[in-house]
């Protein structure tokens, strides 16, 4: 796995934005794998800034959110199609039948998790998956102990991923327990990965990752095994490292 450092998220995003129009550069029609939460979304805004600047085109794009919760009544307004749609799909002016994602109503989520899988093998495959990773090394809903060989399915959330989520959430709507997620062995399928991590709180994880060997308890140690991973951290993330290379 690469190992770069940026000075900051605004260096990170310009970075992996790079990295992402090399690949829709190559195909304009690629299918790209793509995060929730905080870290990505200096990205999509510059995304969206050059697609309306008019100097970028994403309209061909097929995009595959990498998870969503599992919660039967969860109110459309909480769910991470909602946030990927106002972030990154209506910014950017793209469809949003362009946008791939987990349904969190289903009544069957390993009958869900085939279909999504049917449906990235339908596209030929993820030829760039752009992952966060949490504060206890997850990637998408993977949480430490999730087996290497995992496809995407339904994940039960630790405690803290729970917690740091409880925002996406008003008073009366209680924080799903549940996940479903692409699976590690779905994500080391990807033909490229680009892991992004910013800010202090992700210094002692991506420490912890640089050092280690891959091994389920620290499950974005997997992309380690992956041929054509890059791990993307501004300074701040960065903080706590020894060494240059992870
Ligand atoms: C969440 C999501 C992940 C995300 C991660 C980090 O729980 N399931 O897909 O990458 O946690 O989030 P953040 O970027 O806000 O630190």
Redesign the pocket.
């Known amino acids: 796995m690469r190992f770069r450092v940026e000075t900051g998220p605004q260096e990170v995003a310009e970075r992996a934005a790079d990295e992402l129009m090399r690949v829709v550069a190559r195909k304009p029609d690629a299918v790209l794998a793509v995060?929730?939460?905080?870290?990505?979304?200096p990205l999509y805004r510059l995304l969206a800034s050059r697609v309306q600047a008019g100097t970028i085109d994403l309209s061909l794009v097929r995009w595959f959110a990498?998870?969503e919760f599992f919660a039967p009544s969860l109110p459309y307004e909480c769910t991470?199609r909602y946030v990927l749609e106002q972030e990154l799909i209506k910014p950017c002016r793209l469809k949003e039948s362009n946008l791939h994602s987990l349904n969190p109503l289903v009544p069957d989520p390993e009958l869900e998790a085939a279909r999504f899988e049917a449906a990235i093998a339908s596209v030929g495959g993820i030829d760039l998956a752009i992952?966060?990773?949490?504060?206890n090394g997850?990637?998408?809903?993977n949480e430490p102990g999730t087996p290497f060989h995992a496809r995407t399915g339904l994940r039960k959330?630790d405690q803290g991923?729970i917690l740091?989520?409880a925002h996406l959430f008003p008073p009366w709507v209680q924080a799903p327990n549940f996940?479903l997620?692409m699976g590690i062995a779905t994500l080391l399928e990807a033909r490229k990965v680009l892991i992004?991590?910013?800010?202090d709180?992700?210094a002692d994880i991506i420490a912890r990752l640089v050092q280690h060997e891959p091994s389920p308890d620290l499950p974005a140690s997997a992309m380690k095994m992956h041929p054509d991973a890059t791990l993307l951290v501004d300074s701040s993330a960065a903080a706590a490292c020894k060494t240059g290379t992870a």
């Open positions: 995060p929730t939460g905080s870290t990505p979304l990498l998870d991470f992952l966060g990773v949490g504060t997850h990637i998408a809903f959330l991923t740091s989520n996940g997620s992004i991590a910013t800010g709180s992700k």
